[in-house]
C-alpha cells in the first residue's frame, strides 16, 4: 500500500498502522481546529501517519430532529483549513453523487457509508474524482462481498480503494467484530478496522444509538494483533456532549495512551 499517494500524509516509513482520526461531525471551525492539533501532536510523537476525519454533513440519522451539521460549505471549508492550517490531508463521508464532486473540491480521501457501500452509482461518482475511496463495510455484509465494491471502483479507473470493517450486526441492538474477515478483505485492499462504530448500540428506543467505549482499546488492540493495515476512530474532548455518536466516542484525553498501547504492539508484531 502506498500512503504516498495522500497529499500531505506524514511518517509514511515508520512501519506503523495509520490513523484516520477526528470528531464525528464538524460541529464548528474551534472545536475541529482543537481536536486536529491535539491528535497531530500525538501522532507526530507516535510517528503515526494520520488523516483528519470529519463528516461534513450527517444524512444517516434514526431522528429528524437529530443534528446533521452546520450547513455544507461551511463544513467543508473548516476541514480545508484543517489541512491548510496542520499541513494534514483529510477524509470525509459523502451520501450523494453530487456530494462526491462537492466533497473532491476540499478533501483528500471520500468516505461511502456502510448503509451506501453496495450503492453503485455512489461508489463509481467517488471513483471518478480520482481521490483515495475508502468503502465502509455494511454491517449486513460478508467480508467476501466486499470485493464487488473495490471492484467498482477499480472498474472505474481508480486503483486507489480501502475497506473499513466497521462490525456486523449481531441481534437487533448489538455488533461484533469477525477479525477473521481482516485477512480476508485484505485480498482486495488495504484494510481499517473502525473500533467506535464497531462499539455502537444500535435501534436504541429513544432514536439514539448507543455504544461501549470502554471497549475500543480491546478492540484496537485486537486489530492491531491481527494486522489491520489502519485504524479509525472517532474523538472528542466532550464525547457526552458530541452533537452526533458521543455515545461511542473516545475521550480525547485518552487518546495518547491509546495510541502508545497499540503502537508498541505493532512494533511487537512487525518482529515476528
Known amino acids: 500500500m502506498n500512503l504516498n499517494l495522500i497529499p500531505k500524509i ?31 501532536k500525538v ?11 470529519g463528516s461534513f454533513k450527517k444524512a444517516n440519522r434514526s431522528r429528524i430532529d437529530s443534528f446533521t451539521g452546520i450547513g455544507d460549505e461551511k463544513a467543508l471549508k473548516i476541514l480545508r483549513k484543517v489541512s491548510e492550517t496542520f499541513n494534514v490531508p483529510t477524509v470525509t463521508d459523502i451520501h450523494t453523487n453530487e456530494d462526491a464532486i462537492k466533497a473532491a473540491e476540499y478533501v483528500d480521501v471520500l468516505q461511502i457509508p456502510a448503509f451506501l457501500v453496495r450503492q453503485t452509482d455512489l461508489v463509481v461518482a467517488a471513483a471518478n474524482t480520482g481521490k483515495v475511496v475508502n468503502l465502509k463495510k455494511g454491517q449486513f455484509m460478508s467480508p467476501s462481498a466486499m470485493k464487488h465494491a473495490v471492484q467498482k471502483v477499480k472498474d472505474s479507473g481508480n486503483e486507489k480503494a480501502w475497506i473499513t470493517d466497521r462490525g456486523t450486526m449481531f441481534g437487533y441492538q448489538d455488533m461484533i467484530v469477525d477479525f477473521r474477515g481482516i485477512p480476508e478483505m485484505q485480498q482486495y485492499a488495504p484494510v481499517i ?3 467506535t462504530h464497531s462499539l455502537q448500540q444500535p435501534n436504541q428506543t429513544s432514536g439514539v444509538t448507543g455504544g461501549r467505549p470502554d471497549m475500543i482499546e480491546t478492540i484496537a488492540r485486537a ?16 464525547p457526552a456532549n458530541a452533537k452526533s455518536d458521543g455515545a461511542n466516542m473516545l475521550d480525547l484525553k485518552y487518546l495518547e495512551g491509546l495510541l502508545s498501547n497499540l503502537v508498541a504492539i505493532r512494533k511487537t508484531i512487525n518482529k515476528l
Do not use: Q, R
Request: proline share 3%; glycine share 8%.
Open 223 to 238: 486489530g492491531i494483533a491481527v494486522g489491520a493495515d489502519g485504524l479509525f476512530l472517532e474523538t472528542h474532548f466532550d
Open 193 to 195: 478496522l473502525d473500533v
Open 43 to 53: 501522532t507526530d510523537k507516535l510517528e503515526i501517519p494520520f488523516i483528519f476525519k
Open 10 to 40: 506524514k511518517h509514511t516509513d515508520s512501519n506503523n498502522f495509520f490513523l484516520l482520526a477526528g470528531p464525528c461531525a464538524i460541529e464548528g471551525e474551534e472545536m475541529a481546529m482543537k481536536i486536529a492539533e491535539h491528535i497531530l
